[in-house]
């Protein structure tokens, strides 16, 4: 069946170092993958998303990749905040305006 | 631009009981879906709306679970009777178009614990 997964349920790095989120989709048919950031209390918000067309792409201190042949997906996050601790989803589009969850990988930022 | 509101926050009932949700999209946004996350879980899509027409309900569970758009603009999620299972936050999204991706801006959810 569909489903899109995390390696890690939690990661833990060092205020400033870089951090690197893992995700594997099982769905080859997904053209279009997004990260979502959800903080505690709130909804999922969009960070950056990326096409089946493209390997790489980069927002602000965000970087998504995508490796088709392995079917996984990774969110870099450069120089690390505080404000960065959240619970960091990858999510596929399948068709049309679908989008199916991950079950999140919550990143703590250490001081 | 304001974003998705819900309401409300909180709520607490006891199994068998009813309870009721309310979401508005942001203005203009013609698609609107309602979600359900369990705890540790990701968003799961229960019902989506474009206008006021259901797109996909597959996964609601009927039996229980209603949910409508009157006017193509703010939406109710009602759960009658409630189970235990159904403690979980129903997160509200919407989006200017349909028939692609696009991205969804979600509300802040209603937690919902069934006791």
């Known amino acids: 069946g569909e489903s899109v997964g995390l390696h890690l349920p939690t990661l833990s790095v060092q205020e400033g170092d870089n951090s690197i989120i893992n995700c594997a989709y099982s769905?080859?048919?997904?053209?279009?993958f997004i990260w979502y950031k959800q903080e505690s209390g709130k909804g999922p918000q969009f960070i950056i998303d990326?096409?089946?067309?493209?390997d790489k792409r980069q927002g602000q201190r965000v970087t998504v990749l995508l490796n088709k042949t392995v079917k996984h997906l990774s969110l870099q996050i450069a120089a690390t905040q505080p404000g960065d601790s959240a619970v960091y989803f990858c999510?596929?589009?399948?068709?049309?305006?679908?989008?199916?969850f991950g079950k999140g990988t919550r990143l703590h930022i250490l001081p | 631009e304001a974003g998705v509101a819900q309401s409300p926050r909180y709520k607490i009932i006891e199994k068998r009981q009813s309870v009721a949700f309310w979401c508005n999209p942001i203005?203009?946004?013609?698609?609107l879906y309602w979600y359900q996350q369990i705890l540790g879980q990701g968003p799961k899509l229960l019902i989506q709306?474009?206008?006021?027409?259901?797109?996909?309900d597959s996964q609601l569970p009927k039996d229980r679970f209603s949910a409508e758009r009157l006017k193509g603009v703010d939406s109710t999620l009602k759960i009658q009777p409630a189970k235990l299972e159904d403690s979980a936050v129903y997160l509200c999204?919407?989006?200017?178009?349909?028939?692609?991706?696009?991205?969804?801006?979600f509300g802040p959810g209603t937690r919902l614990t069934v006791t």
């Open positions: 999204a919407s989006s200017y178009l349909a028939g692609g991706p696009n991205e969804q801006y």
């Open positions: 769905n080859s048919a997904s053209d279009y």
């Open positions: 990326i096409r089946s067309n493209m």
């Open positions: 999510a596929e589009n399948p068709h049309d305006d679908k989008i199916i």
């Open positions: 203005s203009g946004h013609a698609t």
């Open positions: 709306f474009q206008n006021n027409g259901v797109v996909d």
